[in-house]
């Protein structure tokens, strides 16, 4: 096949030795970090929306964005370009997942026959592709939000006829989603949720929404689907107020409708941002609750109140996520999906290798240094420490259910002369600075 990506090299390990910005100094797919590999570790996927078809339009301005495909004016010839072009691009970083909307694959035709039609002919394009290059799909979706008609949403809508067109285009994606062998199906969104409630019957809409999950469910067992299900948290935009607004929320939407045991949490680090949580607490919120189910791992900005959807270039921000998926056991069969856009002034096609590139290596170093952390017990030891008083004593009593407020009201009449420790926050700051450094410096040493 004709390479498209003409300036897009091969991208390969090569170590921090290395002056050459093309390679990777800290992703080293096959080694080892504790019983896995990197790649095992880090399942990476390629967002097709951002990475095949964002073109760097804004409020402001037009497409920016040089692209092979952008002299062709037929539909589907971008559609068959593009999806070639990802291909490429993912063999040539060594990305092993990609992740689609179905409207990013194949354009939306003049009606619902057209555009699954269209998408049956990338489909198997995407399947040939998939079988040549080994590369996988890590999860499908549909985009129930860019089209007019759902712009009162699509599940939540208060109009039936989208209800029922959302659910066409749902029945779809996850016949699309099951035959490319997808190991999960997201649900982000879109625009569920509301802009005043002046108009607005929330308790119908949220009722709807968990109709809509409840068909979705019933229907991929139904044809055998086998992937995860998972519901993606954002707190604002384009709604002022999405349902699904944080992990806490959707973990009280999915108990209430006895949804809990069907899904499990994509969560956005930047959508933590944005929702006033650190990407940690969402992870650590839903690890707790054993909803942790995959991670869209761009970055925000925290002087910008949007979703900028960055490339991932924070080591702090990446070590403790990788320090939360470690003690979550791992992430399959979720991966760490980019959903990273690059800035509009950062329009040739060389920039996406940059930007997938520095993601990947700031993961990278993200697992060492985390594995590191969690070899050492650092935060483990001090955890329990801190906690002590509740291994034994009335402590004890209190965890194993033995005492009542009565009991209590006894036992702190005889013990009032309370002696706190300190929380050593600084000194452990201090900690996780002294790891980062020395991960990167003297590793090998180590
Ligand atoms: C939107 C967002 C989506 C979902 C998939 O903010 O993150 O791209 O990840 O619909
Ligand atoms: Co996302």
């Not at 970083?93 to 049956?120: M, T, V, W």
């Not at 890590?138 to 989208?162: C, E, I």
Request: with cysteine.
């Amino acid at each position: 096949m004709d390479e498209i990506f003409k300036d897009i090299p091969k991208i390969e390990y090569e170590g921090l030795e290395s002056n050459n910005l093309l390679a990777f100094k800290h992703y080293n797919a096959d080694e080892k970090v504790g019983n896995k590999t990197m790649a095992e570790h880090l399942r990476f996927s390629m967002a097709y929306w951002h990475t095949l078809v964002a073109n760097g339009t804004d409020p402001f301005g037009n497409a920016t964005m040089e692209r092979p495909w952008n002299s062709l004016t037929d539909s589907m010839q971008r559609a068959e370009l593009r999806a070639k072009a990802g291909f490429e691009f993912m063999s040539k970083l060594g990305i092993n997942y990609f992740c689609f909307h179905d409207r990013d694959i194949a354009p939306e035709g003049n009606s619902l026959q057209e555009s699954n039609k269209n998408l049956d002919y990338i489909v198997s394009l995407i399947e040939k592709l998939m079988e040549k290059t080994d590369i996988k799909l890590l999860w499908g979706t549909a985009n129930l939000f860019s089209h007019p008609r759902y712009m009162h949403g699509a599940a939540s809508s208060p109009n039936a006829d989208v209800f029922a067109h959302a659910a066409a285009q749902v029945k779809k994606a996850l016949e699309i989603t099951s035959r490319l062998g997808g190991e999960n199906y997201v649900f982000w969104g879109g625009r569920e949720g509301y802009e005043t409630l002046l108009n607005t019957d929330m308790a119908l809409e949220q009722d709807n929404l968990a109709r809509f999950f409840t068909m979705a469910v019933d229907y991929a067992e139904k044809i055998g689907f086998k992937g995860q299900f998972l519901l993606e948290p954002k707190p604002k935009e384009p709604t002022k107020h999405q349902y699904d607004y944080d992990v806490a929320n959707v973990i009280a939407f999915l108990r209430k409708y006895g949804l809990e045991d069907y899904f499990k949490i994509n969560i956005e680090a930047n959508h933590a941002l944005l929702a006033g949580h650190t990407f940690q607490h969402e992870l650590h919120y839903a690890r707790i609750n054993q909803m942790l189910g995959s991670i869209d791992i761009n970055q925000g900005d925290p002087l910008l109140g949007w979703d900028t959807d960055q490339f991932p270039t924070n080591l702090y921000a990446t070590t403790l996520a990788m320090y939360e998926i470690l003690k979550n056991g791992g992430i399959k069969p979720g991966g760490l999906n980019f959903d990273a856009k690059l800035r509009r002034p950062s329009f040739e096609p060389i920039d996406l290798a940059y930007g997938h590139l520095a993601g990947m290596d700031t993961f990278a170093y993200g697992l060492k240094v985390a594995h590191r952390l969690l070899e050492d017990n650092v935060l483990e030891d001090h955890l329990a420490e801190r906690y002590k008083s509740y291994q034994s004593g009335i402590g004890l009593d209190i965890v194993e259910g033995n005492l009542d407020f009565e009991g209590l009201n006894e036992y702190a009449l005889k013990n009032d002369q309370i002696i706190n420790a300190s929380g050593r926050q600084e000194m452990l700051e201090s900690i996780i600075n002294n790891y980062l450094i020395m991960g990167g410096v003297i590793w090998e040493k180590m």
